[in-house]
């Protein structure tokens, strides 16, 4: 049975229940349950690190990937969602290495592989159930039991796969190269991962010389933001083409040769140095210089410490010279191969281990950190004579994404794969990509493939997966291996786990008799498993073949845009080489959320709230619906403001609920006043001609088109927005301009047309809104089901939401031409409040006339069409159309933005303000159409001016109207005041008053009550007022409207006390419509007459459904109960029929009011007929001074003075002891009253059967102790 619904709501509690509900159900595992035999729709899930918390990039993308999942289910696609979890490599390593202290390689060593993945191991999940309650508590479905994880053997196995295929196609390599390194990790990061966290930074700045061999009085002089590297300098390097100076310093007298373009670098002015030679750069090739340092001097031998040329020096920074530091830069590492200083098989030059720490190579400074060196390096520099300046500089430089240390460039042994070969098929399969928003695909992630480099894809580090390959030590002898069982079958042992301890120390025989081959210690770049996560969550190749095969690429995915970088790069990568495809057909890419000054979140600075509180604060939806409704879905930055999330409550979710309750609301009052039963059968419902109703359905079905073309497209950025203004269009235009037709007011058949057009949208709402808002719409509609006709579903099981499909589109129901009526409708509304607002009229107060100005006949015709809602909303008493502006004296005239224009015109902004107040009606019309005009020489647009309305003066009418008109649409309110209307604002007021207190009461409209006031001083014009407007009062609050005083007996709900046109106005609301209000016309209580006809006898009787009224309800087996005891039919089995149907517990007995039932012991009644009359004498009763007890809210009762007919009469004690029954009040003393003012009491000896029909009041006497 529906239930009430509350007047306040708190969104999380509610969300708490539903999120019970779906567990005790099993929801989510039912859905996939229900639609296992559709058609699949494939998604992947990015595997995150479940070594920290959630945050709110994370919580968005899970958003995103819920949203478009639950709407491909809806839309009836299968859709497993797996959740999967990223458990190798950095960043659980560094989490180790922080907490023990591990400071590199030999600190491992010493603790042991074994121990160190033990420890890795153990904090993998750390986080697993903080993110398994977050991610449900948000409402996401997805499978956390049946995850995958990428330390999963299978998991493992299949990366050895991927790996084996790369390597099989001659796509992997060994070499050394210079790479990003991270001295915190101990490892090399790929060029993706070096991009990923860049920071302005301060480093040292420093000028050096290096003195010619020929010449030691002349020196070349470099500059260098890494002085650190300067002890591994092999070489220097000058543009050929450029122009070189050799220059004297009168600061010094030293003689420098640098780049003529770079003088100002180090000279203020052409006075601080003499000129003494120039020449292009070609020229200095070859020239030998004394070296810096003697660590590499034998280096000598093979061309070190010469001059070489190269494209790549620039005249932008520096001095035109470039120290060669070959194996700590990449542009140093190709020239000095370039030029044989270097050989592929040389021993590096790269004292530096992999801690960042000078090695014994580099005797000063061995054991220092190279950027703690840098000081020390400088100094030494300074000692010897080397030194021609120092200082800071600040630029941009790559740091850490996981440690957040700055990264150095270093020369290191690595397995690659080859990328760069494959770039234009990298870029045809990103097109065939469908990317939103598209921009990422052509700019961000089309630029970064067209300059892919090769990947290296091993890591000098230990918890990972191993690479598969085992070597000669020669290297001359390498085995690839791809499975379990191949390693199996070449090692002879049983493998069950392939992590670096329980493989590390396998051996494969050599087949060239290079003895036993060992496998290599590096294992793989994290990002190569997640890479590899469309192939190793299913274990293909080794299982689920077809099912891989026949889903492959995904219909679907979504990250940040991060991870054009990242996953998305690594996935297509793999996928073009493994099968020359794309990974994915359709991709999200959001934005980063920041916090709310656009600074980075930081958990340091604690500059954004805790996601966790701001659901418990507003709930998830509230979350879901602000993050998918803001720039960072078209992949954009948001800065997160919490007041935002706020918003959303109040303007979406409570206007949202406030319909839904007011449906359910007055679908209860028709049901409790005129006995209609409402129950919603799409197929079935009458067709209303009301314009409003064809409205909002054709609005409805506008909006399910937009939504599933949009939805198809995946723009979500597109969806949510019309959503928000869908919630806009029918709570504050259709429910709010047929408030009266709701409630009744326009008679049932009206009532029933706009409840359900009202019951129908909000029904497609929460099926539409369902993927969005998970929570809300299940709330809604577990309440909703109950009115809806079961038949009229598709779905066999409709206990949720979420079972339920979305709604087709209805075409025959859209009207473009209804809609754009409504819309010209609400211009003139708007317009309207705007000359209200502006001239402090409110709409309480009625004004005499709208004119609506519009130069299209048709568009007038539409407005004509909604006068009725036109006069209603503005308070107006009538509404003239015109096309004819003229006629009113209407001129329109121009005001200068003085920001805008006195910005760009500067001198001339006077003389064209001046000629900007001269130009003439006709000129501004022809502005208002082309956008466009010429004032004094210079072009304005329409943000340049604001055009306004004004009167001529002689017209007449510019005391009388007040105008105001967007682009279309010209709208004038009479404002002149007139009493009546004057004095009807004043009776509005007092309604409101009114409501509020109602309100305040937590009364709802089926509630009966008296309204009491008194306005003082008496006889005043508020008093007048009231009097002169009491029945409009009435017709409005639906209360008997009752001078003071409040009779001693009331049941007083609420009084408050205001003040109003200078009286004091004192409001009391009493329980009961007493007074005025309309005499009962039958029992208070619901009924039905019953005729008995079991062993060929008659009986014949009444049975009450409730009492007092709205407690103590019957069921259909209580009401057997009721007839056994009633009529003496015990141990017999009854059947009861309402003419020819039989009753069963499912019946509404309710709904059967007034009715004569038939009761039998088996058979159908021969004669069925219906008996409009009560056959019972019967009396109503009605407390007065106290409240009903034993959980009893009803004050009105009926009693049957006889039952069965003609038999158990009722006595005066009878009638006593029934009446306190009734109430649960038992242990009070009452007296009986025929009137409410308590002056005809019914005694011992007053006739009961002449009460028969009547209302009797009682009064509860007060205990001695109330005494």
Same mark, same amino acid.
């Given at each position: 049975?529906?239930?009430?619904?509350?007047?306040?709501?708190?969104?999380?509690?509610?969300?708490?229940?539903?999120?019970?509900?779906?567990?005790?159900?099993?929801?989510?595992?039912?859905?996939?349950?229900?639609?296992?035999?559709?058609?699949?729709?494939?998604?992947?899930?990015?595997?995150?690190?479940?070594?920290?918390? %959630?945050?709110?990039?994370?919580?968005?993308? /899970?958003?995103?990937?819920?949203?478009?999942?639950?709407?491909?289910?809806?839309?009836?696609?299968?859709?497993?969602?797996?959740?999967?979890?990223?458990?190798?490599?950095?960043?659980?390593? &560094?989490?180790?290495?922080?907490?023990? /202290?591990?400071?590199?390689?030999?600190?491992?060593?010493?603790?042991?592989?074994?121990?160190?993945?033990?420890?890795?191991?153990?904090?993998? !999940?750390?986080?697993?159930?903080?993110?398994? *309650?977050?991610?449900?508590?948000?409402?996401?479905?997805?499978?956390?039991?049946?995850?995958?994880?990428?330390?999963?053997?299978?998991?493992?196995?299949?990366?050895?796969?991927?790996?084996?295929?790369?390597?099989?196609?001659?796509?992997?390599?060994?070499?050394?190269?210079?790479?990003?390194? *991270?001295?915190?990790?101990?490892?090399?990061?790929?060029?993706?991962?070096?991009?990923?966290?860049?920071?302005?930074?301060?480093?040292?700045?420093?000028?050096?010389?290096? %003195?010619?061999?020929?010449?030691?009085?002349?020196?070349?002089?470099?500059?260098?933001?890494?002085?650190?590297?300067?002890?591994?300098? #092999?070489?220097?390097?000058?543009?050929?083409?450029? !122009?070189?100076?050799?220059?004297?310093?009168?600061?010094? /007298?030293?003689?420098?040769?640098? !780049?003529?373009?770079?003088?100002?670098?180090?000279?203020?002015?052409?006075?601080?140095?003499?000129?003494?030679?120039?020449?292009?750069?070609?020229?200095?090739?070859?020239?030998?210089?004394?070296?810096?340092?003697?660590?590499?001097?034998?280096?000598?031998?093979?061309?070190?410490?010469?001059?070489?040329?190269?494209?790549?020096?620039?005249?932008?920074?520096?001095?035109?010279?470039?120290?060669?530091?070959?194996? =700590?830069?990449?542009?140093?590492?190709?020239?000095?191969?370039?030029?044989?200083?270097?050989?592929?098989?040389?021993?590096?030059?790269?004292?530096?281990?992999?801690?960042?720490?000078?090695?014994?190579?580099?005797?000063?400074?061995?054991?220092?950190?190279?950027?703690?060196?840098?000081?020390?390096?400088?100094?030494?520099?300074?000692?010897?004579?080397?030194?021609?300046?120092?200082?800071?500089?600040?630029?941009?430089?790559?740091?850490?994404?996981?440690?957040?240390?700055?990264?150095?460039?270093?020369?290191?042994?690595?397995?690659?794969?080859?990328?760069?070969?494959?770039?234009?098929?990298? #870029?045809?399969?990103?097109?065939?990509?469908?990317?939103?928003?598209?921009?990422?695909?052509?700019?961000?992630?089309?630029?970064?493939?067209?300059?892919?480099?090769?990947?290296?894809?091993?890591?000098?580090?230990?918890?990972?997966?191993?690479?598969?390959?085992?070597?000669?030590?020669?290297?001359?002898?390498?085995?690839?291996?791809?499975?379990?069982?191949?390693?199996?079958?070449?090692?002879?042992?049983?493998?069950?786990?392939?992590?670096?301890?329980?493989?590390?120390?396998?051996?494969?025989?050599?087949?060239?008799?290079? /003895?036993?081959?060992?496998?290599?210690?590096?294992? =793989?770049?994290?990002?190569?498993?997640?890479?590899?996560?469309?192939?190793?969550? @299913?274990?293909?190749?080794?299982?689920?073949?077809?099912?891989?095969?026949?889903?492959? $690429?995904?219909?679907?995915?979504?990250?940040?845009?991060?991870?054009?970088?990242?996953?998305?790069?690594?996935?297509?990568?793999?996928?073009?080489?493994?099968? +020359?495809?794309?990974?994915?057909?359709?991709?999200?890419?959001?934005?980063?959320?920041?916090?709310?000054?656009?600074?980075?979140?930081?958990?340091?600075?604690?500059?954004?709230?805790? $996601?966790?509180?701001?659901?418990?604060?507003?709930?998830?939806?509230?979350?879901?619906?602000?993050?998918?409704?803001?720039?960072?879905?078209?992949?954009?930055?948001?800065?997160?403001?919490?007041?935002?999330?706020?918003?959303?409550?109040?303007?979406? =979710?409570?206007?949202?609920?406030?319909?839904?309750?007011?449906?359910?609301?007055?679908?209860?009052?028709?049901?409790?006043?005129?006995?209609?039963?409402?129950?919603?059968?799409?197929?079935?419902?009458?067709?209303?001609?009301?314009?409003?109703?064809?409205?909002?359905?054709?609005?409805?079905?506008?909006?399910?088109?937009?939504?599933?073309?949009?939805?198809?497209? &995946?723009?979500?950025?597109?969806?949510?927005?019309?959503?928000?203004?869908?919630?806009?269009?029918?709570?504050?235009?259709?429910?709010?301009?047929?408030?009266?037709?709701?409630?009744?007011?326009?008679?049932?058949?009206?009532?029933?047309?706009?409840?359900?057009?009202?019951?129908?949208?909000?029904?497609?709402?929460?099926?539409?809104?369902?993927?969005?808002?998970?929570?809300?719409?299940?709330?809604?509609?577990?309440?909703?089901?109950?009115?809806?006709?079961?038949?009229?579903?598709?779905?066999?099981?409709?206990?949720?939401?979420?079972?339920?499909?979305?709604?087709?589109?209805?075409?025959?129901?859209?009207?473009?031409?209804?809609?754009?009526?409504?819309?010209?409708?609400?211009?003139?509304?708007?317009?309207?409040?705007?000359?209200?607002?502006?001239?402090?009229?409110?709409?309480?107060?009625?004004?005499?006339?709208?004119?609506?100005?519009?130069?299209?006949?048709?568009?007038?015709?539409?407005?004509?069409?909604?006068?009725?809602?036109?006069?209603?909303?503005?308070?107006?008493?009538?509404?003239?159309?015109?096309?004819?502006?003229?006629?009113?004296?209407?001129?329109?005239?121009?005001?200068?933005?003085? !920001?805008?224009?006195?910005?760009?015109?500067?001198?001339?902004?006077?003389?064209?303000?001046?000629?900007?107040?001269?130009?003439?009606?006709?000129?501004?019309?022809?502005?208002?159409?082309?956008?466009?005009?010429?004032?004094?020489?210079?072009?304005?647009?329409?943000?340049?001016?604001?055009?306004?309305?004004?009167?001529?003066?002689?017209?007449?009418?510019?005391?009388?109207?007040?105008?105001?008109?967007?682009?279309?649409?010209?709208?004038?309110?009479?404002?002149?005041?007139?009493?009546?209307?004057?004095?009807?604002?004043?009776?509005?007021?007092?309604?409101?008053?009114?409501?509020?207190?109602?309100?305040?009461?937590?009364?709802?409209?089926?509630?009966?009550?008296? @309204?009491?006031?008194?306005?003082?001083?008496?006889?005043?014009?508020?008093?007048?007022?009231?009097?002169?407007?009491?029945?409009?009062?009435?017709?409005?609050?639906?209360?008997?409207?009752?001078?003071?005083?409040? $009779?001693?007996?009331? *049941?007083?709900?609420?009084?408050?006390?205001?003040?109003?046109?200078?009286?004091?106005?004192?409001?009391?609301?009493?329980?009961?419509?007493?007074?005025?209000?309309?005499?009962?016309?039958?029992?208070?209580?619901? &009924?039905?007459?019953?005729?008995?006809?079991?062993?060929?006898?008659?009986?014949?009787? @009444?049975?009450?459904?409730?009492?007092?009224?709205?407690?103590?309800?019957?069921?259909?087996?209580?009401?057997?109960?009721?007839?056994?005891?009633?009529?003496?039919?015990?141990?017999?089995?009854?059947?009861?029929?309402?003419?020819?149907?039989?009753?069963?517990?499912?019946?509404?007995?309710?709904?059967?009011?007034?009715?004569?039932?038939?009761?039998?012991?088996?058979?159908?009644?021969?004669?069925?007929?219906?008996?409009?009359?009560?056959?019972?004498?019967?009396?109503?009763?009605?407390?007065?001074?106290?409240?009903?007890?034993?959980?009893?809210?009803?004050?009105? +009762?009926?009693?049957?003075?006889?039952?069965?007919? +003609?038999?158990?009469?009722?006595?005066?004690?009878?009638?006593?002891?029934?009446?306190?029954?009734?109430?649960?009040?038992?242990?009070?003393? #009452?007296?009986?009253?025929?009137?409410?003012?308590?002056?005809?009491?019914?005694?011992?000896?007053?006739?009961?059967?002449?009460?028969?029909?009547?209302?009797?009041?009682?009064?509860?006497?007060?205990?001695?102790?109330?005494?």
């Amino acid at each position: 049975m529906v239930q009430p619904v509350p007047e306040t709501i708190h969104f999380p509690s509610e969300e708490e229940r539903i999120l019970k509900l779906w567990d005790d159900r099993n929801c989510f595992q039912e859905c996939l349950k229900q639609s296992k035999n559709r058609p699949k729709f494939t998604f992947y899930d990015g595997p995150p690190f479940a070594t920290g918390l %959630p945050h709110y990039g994370h919580i968005l993308a /899970g958003t995103i990937k819920d949203v478009v999942t639950r709407f491909a289910h809806q839309s009836g696609f299968h859709v497993d969602r797996r959740f999967g979890w990223d458990c190798h490599g950095l960043p659980v390593e &560094y989490e180790i290495d922080k907490t023990l /202290g591990i400071k590199g390689p030999e600190d491992v060593a010493k603790m042991g592989i074994a121990e160190y993945n033990r420890q890795c191991r153990s904090i993998v !999940m750390r986080y697993a159930n903080e993110w398994e *309650s977050t991610v449900t508590r948000l409402g996401r479905w997805i499978d956390f039991k049946n995850d995958y994880k990428t330390l999963y053997p299978w998991f493992m196995e299949t990366v050895w796969w991927v790996f084996k295929q790369l390597y099989d196609k001659g796509l992997v390599y060994r070499g050394v190269k210079v790479m990003p390194f *991270s001295t915190a990790c101990n490892t090399p990061l790929s060029n993706f991962e070096s991009h990923q966290n860049y920071k302005d930074v301060q480093d040292p700045s420093v000028t050096v010389t290096f %003195p010619l061999e020929e010449d030691e009085s002349v020196s070349l002089i470099a500059w260098t933001t890494t002085p650190w590297t300067l002890p591994s300098n #092999l070489a220097l390097c000058v543009n050929p083409e450029l !122009m070189y100076v050799k220059i004297k310093d009168h600061a010094t /007298g030293n003689v420098y040769i640098m !780049m003529e373009a770079r003088l100002s670098a180090l000279f203020k002015s052409d006075a601080e140095y003499t000129l003494l030679d120039k020449f292009p750069g070609k020229t200095l090739k070859g020239k030998k210089y004394k070296p810096l340092f003697d660590y590499f001097i034998t280096s000598k031998e093979s061309g070190a410490f010469t001059v070489v040329l190269d494209n790549y020096v620039r005249e932008e920074e520096g001095t035109g010279v470039v120290h060669q530091a070959p194996y =700590f830069g990449a542009d140093d590492y190709r020239v000095c191969m370039d030029y044989n200083i270097i050989q592929k098989d040389s021993v590096p030059i790269c004292p530096v281990d992999s801690s960042g720490c000078f090695t014994a190579e580099v005797a000063d400074f061995v054991g220092q950190y190279v950027k703690d060196a840098d000081k020390n390096i400088i100094k030494l520099l300074k000692e010897k004579g080397r030194l021609v300046n120092a200082s800071t500089f600040k630029h941009n430089y790559p740091f850490c994404w996981r440690s957040d240390t700055p990264l150095i460039y270093k020369a290191v042994p690595s397995w690659f794969v080859r990328v760069e070969h494959m770039v234009d098929k990298l #870029l045809e399969n990103n097109s065939k990509c469908y990317w939103v928003p598209e921009f990422v695909r052509e700019k961000r992630f089309g630029n970064w493939l067209k300059d892919a480099r090769d990947w290296a894809i091993s890591r000098n580090r230990y918890w990972g997966t191993p690479i598969p390959l085992w070597v000669s030590e020669d290297f001359e002898e390498v085995v690839c291996v791809g499975s379990v069982a191949e390693l199996e079958e070449l090692t002879g042992v049983k493998v069950t786990d392939l992590h670096r301890e329980s493989i590390d120390h396998l051996t494969i025989p050599s087949r060239c008799g290079k /003895g036993v081959l060992r496998r290599l210690q590096e294992v =793989f770049d994290c990002w190569f498993e997640s890479g590899s996560m469309p192939y190793a969550q @299913v274990h293909y190749p080794f299982e689920h073949r077809r099912e891989f095969e026949d889903a492959f $690429p995904a219909d679907f995915i979504a990250e940040g845009i991060d991870q054009t970088r990242g996953w998305f790069y690594t996935l297509l990568v793999l996928s073009t080489a493994l099968f +020359g495809k794309p990974p994915f057909k359709n991709v999200i890419v959001n934005g980063l959320v920041l916090a709310s000054d656009g600074q980075k979140m930081s958990k340091r600075k604690k500059n954004y709230p805790d $996601p966790v509180q701001i659901v418990n604060s507003y709930g998830a939806d509230a979350l879901r619906l602000y993050l998918i409704n803001s720039p960072v879905v078209r992949a954009e930055n948001l800065r997160f403001k919490e007041d935002g999330v706020r918003d959303v409550l109040k303007d979406v =979710f409570l206007p949202w609920y406030n319909a839904y309750r007011f449906v359910i609301q007055n679908v209860q009052r028709l049901h409790k006043e005129e006995g209609v039963q409402f129950l919603y059968n799409e197929s079935t419902a009458k067709k209303s001609d009301n314009i409003m109703d064809k409205w909002i359905l054709s609005f409805t079905q506008s909006l399910i088109q937009f939504f599933k073309a949009e939805m198809d497209a &995946y723009r979500l950025y597109t969806v949510v927005p019309r959503l928000v203004k869908f919630v806009d269009m029918l709570t504050n235009w259709y429910v709010r301009t047929n408030r009266r037709r709701l409630k009744g007011e326009s008679g049932t058949e009206d009532c029933v047309w706009a409840l359900e057009t009202l019951f129908s949208v909000l029904f497609f709402m929460c099926r539409l809104m369902a993927p969005c808002t998970p929570f809300i719409t299940e709330m809604m509609y577990q309440n909703m089901k109950h009115l809806i006709d079961p038949a009229s579903l598709e779905e066999k099981d409709t206990s949720s939401i979420h079972y339920l499909m979305l709604p087709q589109v209805r075409v025959s129901l859209i009207d473009k031409r209804i809609e754009s009526a409504v819309s010209q409708m609400q211009s003139v509304i708007e317009l309207g409040r705007v000359i209200r607002d502006r001239k402090t009229l409110p709409v309480k107060y009625p004004l005499k006339e709208v004119v609506v100005i519009h130069q299209d006949p048709e568009a007038l015709q539409d407005i004509q069409s909604l006068e009725k809602y036109i006069l209603e909303e503005l308070n107006v008493r009538q509404l003239t159309l015109s096309t004819d502006k003229d006629k009113y004296g209407i001129r329109l005239r121009a005001e200068p933005d003085h !920001m805008v224009l006195g910005k760009r015109l500067k001198g001339a902004f006077k003389s064209v303000t001046a000629a900007i107040k001269e130009l003439k009606s006709e000129q501004l019309e022809t502005f208002q159409k082309t956008g466009t005009i010429v004032v004094d020489g210079q072009e304005l647009h329409e943000e340049d001016l604001r055009l306004m309305y004004t009167f001529d003066q002689g017209s007449g009418t510019a005391s009388q109207y007040e105008a105001h008109s967007d682009a279309q649409v010209l709208v004038l309110l009479d404002v002149t005041p007139d009493q009546s209307m004057v004095d009807e604002g004043v009776a509005r007021e007092v309604i409101n008053r009114i409501q509020k207190l109602r309100k305040k009461g937590h009364l709802v409209p089926s509630d009966e009550i008296t @309204v009491y006031y008194s306005s003082k001083p008496a006889g005043e014009y508020l008093e007048k007022v009231i009097q002169a407007h009491t029945d409009f009062i009435l017709a409005t609050t639906k209360a008997p409207l009752k001078n003071y005083p409040v $009779p001693a007996s009331a *049941s007083v709900i609420i009084q408050e006390k205001t003040k109003l046109k200078e009286s004091d106005l004192d409001l009391t609301i009493v329980k009961g419509a007493s007074g005025v209000s309309a005499p009962l016309s039958g029992p208070a209580c619901a &009924y039905v007459n019953v005729k008995i006809t079991v062993d060929n006898k008659e009986q014949a009787g @009444v049975i009450l459904l409730e009492n007092p009224k709205g407690d103590n309800t019957l069921d259909f087996h209580r009401l057997l109960g009721v007839c056994s005891s009633i009529f003496d039919l015990q141990n017999t089995k009854l059947s009861v029929y309402n003419g020819k149907t039989e009753l069963t517990s499912k019946t509404d007995l309710l709904a059967l009011n007034g009715k004569t039932l038939h009761v039998t012991s088996g058979a159908a009644p021969a004669d069925a007929s219906n008996t409009n009359t009560l056959l019972c004498q019967y009396i109503n009763l009605q407390l007065l001074n106290t409240k009903p007890q034993e959980c009893q809210h009803g004050i009105l +009762g009926t009693l049957l003075l006889e039952n069965p007919v +003609g038999q158990n009469g009722l006595t005066y004690e009878g009638l006593l002891h029934e009446a306190a029954r009734v109430f649960g009040i038992r242990s009070r003393r #009452l007296k009986l009253y025929l009137d409410e003012a308590l002056t005809e009491e019914v005694t011992q000896d007053s006739s009961l059967k002449m009460l028969s029909t009547k209302m009797v009041y009682i009064q509860v006497l007060p205990t001695t102790a109330e005494a």
